[in-house]
């Protein structure tokens, strides 16, 4: 779909502006580092639709720039492409991602993922979470799972909003498993499919087959979009028997139906006398808003005597956003369909009016969370229980996957993703079905196709609904020796790699919990707190919906001893690196050790003593281990202690070594090492 679901698809992009245009925003440690920088404020979509163009030097790159900021896209590929070719290192990270959404806004997911890889290496700080989202997939859209799904790890975990999805997109990854398994469904190419987009199947009865199609059939010059270089949609109608990837006898419908323009996604009153269907917003020639976008809307006509109406926006249009892909339900009461209205969830939202009996419609009402995501939903099709819409959200196998929601009482449950064959690795949408007979027809732009975007026919189609794969892991964390709860302790579930997955704090009777942990996986469950010696169990769910656990932690004993007559905070060396005195992350460690006992013993009060190595003058030695100790007691009263509890803080240079390595000895590495030390003695308690 090039970008059919950009393009005519939502005709979305075809109508939306440089800057309203969000379309499907969708490596290695390097790609986290980048990400997750909370404080990245630019949005890709700004960035990359604006109209600021990058500042180089280069006459290409200008005139790709210019093709860009008109959504030319596929001028602005080409003249990118020519650009870029063999110099990464001459254009900043900006060129690179939009010569990726060049490629990306006309399906070519192989250079557009090339292209967004260059980009995150060359500036973390040129990467915003609506790229990485692209980028994933992109790469979905390759075949490259196991690369796009990390990523989409990173997006998650920065993009906080996608928290309120979790539990529904869980639902949904369980159904898309379930669906991925083979079953008999036959997938068949329509005879009818051209070398451009072909989409919006619909059968209207007694055999009649409606559909879209950008085909050149002028035979003059033939007028084409700009975005991808093809010609414009129109609507079609032909017949179709028992084969259904045979259609004949094709026609164009009359011009009171199609325009100059874009028109698509078509739906019938039950009667088959009345028609919706999408269209640009046009009179004369293409109207725009204040800031310049050309919205869809959409129009009706009715059967007459004399073929059909001049078609006639409806009432909740507007000329300040679009709505488009009309659906109707079985009684003709409720009009579904997409728009990118004020108020909704994602890009783009399913809404529906309820039509009254006197024709009339209200006000749209929008579907809700599960349904509608951040992303884009879009193409819905009603059958008497059941709603199909496609959706770009990030669980899919990439591009824009068919759902199913059953209608249970005017609510939609149990969302599907109806998995493959029909659904790919590329764009799938447009689904309609005759549920008695398991067959209908989708539209996909998947590889083998003869163009564009080509219409399918399936039968025997089975669509599982979701199984329940989630399990509950609780438990309670006691103190081994007097079995009393601990409160806040950390409990970490970490996968089979060691992987956290997530962390939470015993309450006050030591007890957590962690939702929709998968079945039929391994994990492991460990407890910590200061002054503990930690505990973990390892734990299989298999197909338990619920498993308990005791998590026992030993209280460490507080580390004083007893050194010629002197008590001592007795911790392993706080040792420092040759002729430096910062504090290094394995003493850090250590010295966090030091707070848990002092927050056992509030009275105590220490006396830092640091020493170093005999290398170096006797002078620059005192002075650097009066610079350790005070760097120690920096330390600790940055991390909450009270000045007043350390009594001193002092060096005494190369007089005090642990072992022989004086001036003149030679000795190893290891030996040094152990002479750079700070010690804390016990003053009180």
Same mark, same amino acid.
Not at 182 to 202: A, G, Q, R, T
Not at 245 to 259: A, D, M, Y
Not at 274 to 285: C, V
């Given at each position: 779909?090039?970008?059919? /679901?950009?393009?005519?698809?939502?005709?979305?992009?075809?109508?939306?502006?440089?800057?309203?245009?969000?379309?499907?925003?969708?490596?290695?440690?390097?790609?986290?580092?980048?990400?997750?920088?909370?404080?990245?404020?630019?949005?890709?979509?700004?960035?990359?639709?604006?109209?600021?163009?990058?500042?180089?030097?280069?006459?290409?790159?200008?005139?790709?720039?210019?093709?860009?900021?008109?959504?030319?896209?596929?001028?602005?590929?080409?003249?990118?492409?020519?650009?870029?070719?063999?110099?990464?290192?001459?254009?900043?990270?900006?060129?690179?991602?939009?010569?990726?959404?060049?490629?990306?806004?006309?399906?070519?997911?192989?250079?557009?993922?090339?292209?967004?890889?260059?980009?995150?290496?060359?500036?973390?700080?040129?990467?915003?979470?609506?790229?990485?989202?692209?980028?994933?997939?992109?790469?979905?859209?390759?075949?490259?799972?196991?690369?796009? @799904?990390?990523?989409?790890?990173? /997006? @998650?975990?920065?993009?906080?909003?996608?928290?309120?999805?979790? &539990?529904? +997109?869980?639902?949904?990854?369980?159904?898309?498993?379930? @669906?991925?398994?083979?079953?008999?469904?036959?997938?068949?190419?329509?005879?009818?499919?051209?070398?451009?987009?072909?989409?919006?199947?619909?059968?209207?009865?007694?055999?009649?087959?409606?559909?879209?199609?950008?085909?050149?059939?002028?035979?003059?010059?033939?007028?084409?979009?700009?975005?991808?270089?093809?010609?414009?949609?129109?609507?079609?109608? $032909?017949?179709?028997?028992?084969?259904?990837?045979?259609?004949?006898?094709?026609?164009?419908?009359?011009?009171?139906?199609?325009?100059?323009?874009?028109?698509?996604?078509?739906?019938?009153?039950?009667?088959?006398?009345?028609?919706?269907?999408?269209?640009?917003?046009?009179?004369?020639?293409?109207?725009?808003?204040?800031?310049?976008?050309?919205?869809? &809307?959409?129009?009706?006509?009715?059967?007459?005597?004399?073929?059909?109406?001049?078609?006639?926006?409806?009432?909740?249009?507007?000329?300040?956003?679009?709505?488009?892909?009309?659906?109707?339900?079985?009684?003709?009461?409720?009009?579904?369909?997409?728009?990118?209205?004020?108020?909704?969830?994602?890009?783009?939202?399913?809404?529906?009016?309820?039509?009254?009996?006197?024709?009339?419609?209200?006000?749209?009402?929008?579907?809700?969370?599960?349904?509608?995501?951040?992303?884009?939903?879009?193409?819905?099709?009603?059958?008497?229980?059941?709603?199909?819409?496609?959706?770009?959200?990030?669980?899919?196998?990439?591009?824009?996957?068919?759902?199913?929601?059953?209608?249970?009482?005017?609510?939609?449950?149990?969302?599907?993703?109806?998995?493959?064959?029909?659904?790919?690795?590329?764009?799938?949408?447009?689904?309609?079905?005759?549920?008695?007979?398991?067959?209908?027809?989708?539209?996909?732009?998947?590889?083998?196709?003869? $163009?564009?975007?080509?219409?399918? +026919? /399936?039968?025997?189609?089975?669509?599982?609904?979701?199984?329940?794969?989630?399990?509950?892991?609780?438990?309670?964390?006691?103190?081994?020796?007097?079995?009393?709860?601990?409160?806040?302790?950390?409990?970490?579930?970490?996968?089979?790699?060691?992987?956290?997955?997530?962390?939470?704090?015993?309450?006050?009777?030591?007890?957590?919990?962690?939702?929709?942990?998968?079945?039929?996986?391994?994990?492991?469950?460990?407890?910590?707190?200061?002054?503990? @010696?930690?505990?973990?169990?390892?734990? +299989?769910?298999?197909?338990?919906?619920?498993?308990?656990?005791?998590?026992?932690?030993?209280?460490? +004993?507080?580390?004083?001893?007893?050194?010629?007559?002197?008590?001592?905070?007795?911790?392993?060396?706080?040792?420092?690196?040759?002729?430096?005195?910062?504090?290094?992350?394995?003493?850090?460690?250590?010295?966090?050790?030091?707070?848990?006992?002092?927050?056992?013993?509030?009275?105590?009060?220490?006396?830092?003593?640091?020493?170093?190595?005999?290398?170096?003058?006797?002078?620059?030695?005192?002075?650097?281990?009066?610079?350790?100790?005070?760097?120690?007691?920096?330390?600790?009263?940055?991390?909450?202690?009270?000045?007043?509890?350390?009594?001193?803080?002092?060096?005494?240079?190369?007089?005090?070594?642990?072992?022989?390595?004086?001036?003149?000895?030679?000795?190893?590495?290891?030996?040094?090492?152990?002479?750079?030390?700070?010690?804390?003695?016990?003053?009180?308690?």
């Amino acid at each position: 779909m090039k970008k059919l /679901f950009l393009l005519p698809l939502f005709l979305f992009c075809l109508t939306i502006s440089a800057q309203s245009v969000s379309l499907l925003e969708f490596e290695d440690a390097e790609i986290e580092r980048i990400i997750l920088n909370e404080n990245k404020k630019n949005d890709s979509l700004t960035k990359s639709k604006s109209t600021t163009k990058t500042t180089v030097n280069n006459k290409l790159i200008k005139r790709a720039d210019g093709f860009f900021d008109k959504l030319w896209y596929a001028e602005a590929a080409k003249v990118y492409d020519e650009a870029l070719n063999g110099k990464q290192k001459d254009f900043p990270a900006a060129v690179w991602l939009r010569a990726g959404d060049s490629h990306y806004f006309n399906s070519n997911m192989k250079m557009a993922s090339k292209y967004y890889q260059i980009a995150y290496k060359k500036d973390a700080d040129a990467v915003s979470n609506d790229d990485l989202f692209k980028y994933a997939h992109a790469l979905k859209g390759t075949g490259r799972y196991k690369k796009a @799904n990390r990523i989409m790890k990173v /997006f @998650n975990a920065q993009d906080k909003q996608t928290l309120l999805a979790d &539990k529904e +997109a869980s639902t949904i990854e369980n159904s898309l498993a379930e @669906n991925s398994k083979p079953y008999e469904v036959e997938i068949k190419n329509l005879n009818i499919n051209s070398e451009y987009s072909d989409f919006s199947p619909m059968i209207i009865g007694a055999g009649k087959f409606l559909y879209a199609s950008s085909k050149d059939s002028a035979f003059l010059k033939t007028r084409r979009y700009k975005w991808n270089k093809q010609p414009y949609l129109d609507l079609y109608v $032909g017949e179709v028997g028992d084969d259904l990837e045979k259609v004949k006898n094709v026609e164009k419908l009359p011009q009171t139906i199609n325009s100059k323009y874009h028109e698509a996604a078509v739906t019938f009153s039950p009667d088959k006398n009345t028609i919706y269907f999408t269209r640009n917003n046009y009179g004369k020639k293409l109207k725009r808003d204040q800031n310049g976008v050309n919205h869809l &809307k959409i129009y009706t006509s009715t059967k007459t005597e004399n073929g059909w109406s001049e078609a006639k926006e409806l009432p909740f249009n507007s000329e300040n956003y679009s709505t488009g892909h009309p659906a109707m339900n079985q009684d003709g009461t409720k009009l579904y369909f997409v728009s990118d209205m004020p108020g909704g969830y994602g890009a783009t939202d399913v809404y529906y009016v309820n039509i009254k009996e006197d024709g009339s419609y209200s006000a749209p009402i929008n579907l809700g969370e599960g349904v509608n995501s951040r992303r884009k939903e879009m193409f819905p099709f009603v059958s008497e229980n059941a709603l199909y819409f496609s959706s770009n959200r990030s669980e899919g196998f990439g591009g824009l996957d068919i759902y199913k929601a059953d209608i249970i009482n005017e609510e939609y449950k149990n969302i599907t993703n109806i998995g493959e064959p029909i659904n790919s690795n590329k764009d799938d949408f447009s689904f309609v079905m005759d549920e008695v007979n398991n067959s209908g027809y989708f539209a996909s732009n998947r590889d083998g196709g003869k $163009g564009d975007d080509d219409i399918y +026919a /399936f039968t025997n189609l089975e669509i599982k609904p979701p199984v329940d794969m989630n399990a509950i892991i609780e438990g309670v964390v006691l103190d081994e020796l007097t079995g009393n709860p601990i409160q806040e302790a950390l409990v970490a579930l970490l996968d089979e790699d060691q992987n956290k997955l997530a962390e939470i704090a015993t309450d006050e009777k030591g007890r957590f919990q962690f939702d929709d942990v998968r079945k039929q996986s391994n994990y492991t469950i460990v407890s910590n707190l200061l002054s503990y @010696n930690e505990d973990s169990k390892s734990i +299989a769910t298999e197909d338990k919906a619920r498993i308990s656990l005791e998590l026992l932690m030993k209280k460490e +004993a507080a580390p004083i001893v007893m050194e010629d007559g002197v008590k001592k905070l007795k911790i392993d060396n706080i040792n420092f690196d040759f002729d430096r005195y910062y504090i290094k992350s394995d003493a850090a460690s250590e010295l966090d050790r030091l707070l848990a006992v002092w927050e056992e013993y509030p009275e105590m009060v220490i006396k830092i003593e640091s020493h170093t190595d005999s290398r170096g003058s006797r002078a620059y030695n005192q002075y650097l281990s009066d610079k350790r100790a005070k760097a120690t007691r920096d330390y600790l009263i940055k991390n909450g202690i009270d000045p007043s509890r350390i009594a001193s803080a002092e060096g005494f240079g190369e007089d005090r070594p642990l072992n022989n390595c004086e001036d003149g000895i030679p000795c190893s590495r290891d030996n040094h090492l152990e002479n750079r030390r700070s010690e804390f003695i016990i003053v009180s308690m």
